[in-house]
């Protein structure tokens, strides 16, 4: 079946620092790909995705590009502020209704 | 426009107690999953709803754990007895399309169960 495996945290980094979070998966086929995020006290909130090899998905800063030669689908972002603190979640979906979660990575962020 | 709303917020109960949640989908889902989450295992889903038609319950633990989806609006899942080890935030998600063929989940705030 599909799995995620993303770093472990947590990551403490100072403002405007660079950000990457690790996410490598295997699947069969080709999965769509997911950066979900929880900020303290919520729910996940879908951050950003892409659908297929070599797409790139970007929102509020973020990025991450589906390298299907190294399964992988890094979240980076150039400058990072006090209010990305939240867990980040890498995730995949096969062609069924089935969306498998890495286990978290707790980012912290200090001014 | 209102989203995926769960309660309570938080249960505090004792061992053995039936425990129930609840939930409303956005309007115009058609897909409802259940997920735990805790430190150890993370987030793990419980049972797949479409169309108001269990799919998925693979993922109950034991028979303890119920689900029901009454109506397109409404679900429930229900704990009795309750344990210690049920303890952790409980989310609702929708979605909307065919076996949520999106991927992008819409989640409510969760439940917080503790069982003492």
């Known amino acids: 079946g599909n799995s995620v495996t993303q770093m472990e945290g947590p990551v403490t980094l100072s403002e405007e620092a660079f950000l990457t979070i690790n996410c490598t998966y295997t699947?069969?086929?080709?999965?769509?790909l997911f950066w979900y995020v929880q900020y303290p006290g919520e729910g996940l909130q879908l951050l950003l995705k892409?659908?297929?090899?070599?797409d790139k998905g970007s929102n509020k800063g973020f990025e991450a590009t589906y390298r299907k030669e190294t399964t992988s689908f890094h979240l980076e972002k150039g400058s990072v502020q006090v209010s990305d603190s939240a867990v980040y979640f890498c995730?995949?979906?096969?062609?069924?209704?089935?969306?498998?979660f890495g286990k978290g990575t707790l980012l912290t962020v200090n001014p | 426009d209102a989203g995926v709303i769960q309660s309570p917020r938080h249960e505090v109960t004792e061992m053995g107690q039936e425990v129930t949640l609840r939930c409303k989908p956005i309007?115009?889902?058609?897909?409802l999953f259940w997920y735990r989450q805790t430190m150890m295992r993370g987030l793990e889903l419980l049972i797949y709803?479409?169309?108001?038609?269990?799919?998925?319950d693979s993922g109950m633990p034991e028979d303890r754990f119920s689900a029901k989806m009454p109506n397109a609006s409404f679900s429930t899942l229900k704990i009795q007895p309750s344990e210690p080890r049920d303890s952790a935030v409980y989310f609702c998600?929708?979605?909307?399309?065919?076996?949520?063929?999106?991927?992008?989940?819409?989640f409510g705030e969760g439940s917080r169960l503790t069982v003492l």
């Open positions: 309007s115009g889902h058609n897909s």
């Open positions: 998600a929708s979605s909307l399309g065919t076996s949520g063929s999106t991927g992008e989940l819409f």
């Open positions: 709803f479409n169309n108001n038609v269990p799919i998925d």
């Open positions: 995730a995949s979906k096969g062609s069924n209704y089935k969306l498998t």
């Open positions: 699947a069969t086929g080709y999965p769509s």
């Open positions: 892409a659908t297929k090899a070599d």
